[in-house]
């Protein structure tokens, strides 16, 4: 199972940014846990400085943007 971290404080590009990530992994058929992590400190954690970002199983793929679903399909594969 993928986890999948979208980073941010819940701004709308961070809800953006979690809509394409769902959308990706439903449509590789892969299971998958989504986790919204909006604490500052947390985030910073994983060396983040701009969001919204996403990480895969703990690893950032993207900070700064919203990728394509189609992007996605890449970073989760």
Do not use: H, W
Request: aromatic share 4%; proline share 5%.
């Amino acid at each position: 199972m993928k986890k999948i971290q979208i980073l941010g404080p819940g701004c709308p590009k961070c809800m953006k940014l979690a809509e394409n990530a769902e959308t990706a992994a439903k449509e590789l058929g892969i299971e998958y846990e989504l986790v919204k992590i909006t604490n500052i400190s947390d985030i910073m954690n994983f060396g983040v400085m701009m969001t919204p970002a996403l990480a895969v199983d703990g690893e950032v793929k993207v900070f700064g943007r919203v990728p394509s679903v189609e992007e996605i399909k890449k970073m989760l594969k």
